[in-house]
């Protein structure tokens, strides 16, 4: 089992930059595809970027491309997601995710992913 803690979260005003980081513990981080989601205020959970375990394939929603860049240092126990050009509609809860069971594709859906960071919160500011 793993365990996933999310930092990097806080305020910006809309055109800023953050970088989220998740790290793991528990098991090495090179045994799961990783994921970021999101959950804004109302809305349900939805997808934003994942990565493959080797960091070799990477996959972002529509509404981030060519903003947010998934990335893993498998060394460091470490996947970030660096976020620019932010938007207030980007304004949510950020969740890390770990996906064990999967062996070719990356899961790009919530129920894909075994384990949960606990989240941490961005707010964009217009």
């Known amino acids: 089992q793993v365990q996933l803690v999310e930092s990097g979260g806080g305020l910006v005003q809309a055109g800023g930059s953050l970088r989220l980081s998740c790290v793991a513990s528990?098991?090495?981080?090179?045994?799961?595809?990783m994921g970021w989601f999101r959950q804004g205020p109302g809305k349900e959970r939805e997808f934003v970027a994942a990565v493959s375990r080797s960091g070799g394939r990477t996959y972002s929603s529509d509404s981030v491309k060519e903003r947010f860049t998934i990335s893993r240092d498998n060394a460091k126990n470490t996947v970030y997601l660096q976020m620019n050009s932010l938007k207030p509609e980007d304004t949510a809860v950020y969740y890390c995710?770990?996906?064990?069971?999967?062996?070719?594709?990356?899961?790009?859906?919530?129920?894909?992913?075994?384990?949960w960071g606990q989240g941490t919160q961005v707010t964009v500011s217009s």
């Open positions: 528990g098991r090495t981080l090179s045994s799961y595809n």
């Open positions: 995710a770990a996906d064990y069971r999967s062996s070719m594709v990356v899961p790009t859906t919530a129920w894909g992913y075994d384990y």
